[in-house]
């Protein structure tokens, strides 16, 4: 039985969602000037599902201004905003990436991860 932490928006009653223990929930992008803060929103499909292949996610950390995650038999990082800036040759600063939440994960490891405490 994992023992993974399960992190789901308050209003979500859908016992399904915690059923998914590979899931990642996400909050809305904060911008000035707001009203409402966004990182208190939870939208049900702002998420991001890692391999369920490596077992439950057992942990998640910040490191160095990168996002980790554990699971039972890997280890991984989500890209959190992820753009780059290039120039081109008029000088012209050009912006690549789409600069959503948490667009992708990589694996750093599929050997190694952290079983669940």
């Keep these: 039985m994992s023992k993974a932490r ?7 009653d859908d016992e399904y969602n915690k059923l998914i223990d590979v ?14 803060d966004s990182w208190s929103k939870f939208k049900a499909a702002n998420y ?6 490596y077992g439950p996610i057992t942990d998640t950390r910040t490191f160095n201004n990168d996002l980790i995650f554990w699971q039972r038999d890997a280890t991984g990082h989500y890209s959190v905003m ?17 600069g959503t939440v948490l667009s992708r994960y990589d694996y750093l490891s599929t050997v190694n991860g952290m079983k669940a405490l």
């Design 82 to 98: 992820e753009k780059s800036m290039i120039t081109d040759e008029s000088n012209t600063t050009l912006v690549l990436g789409t």
């Design 6 to 12: 399960i992190f789901t928006p308050d209003n979500a």
């Design 23 to 36: 899931r990642t929930h996400y909050s809305e992008t904060k911008s000035t000037d707001e009203l409402v």
């Design 48 to 53: 991001l599902d890692v391999d369920s292949r």
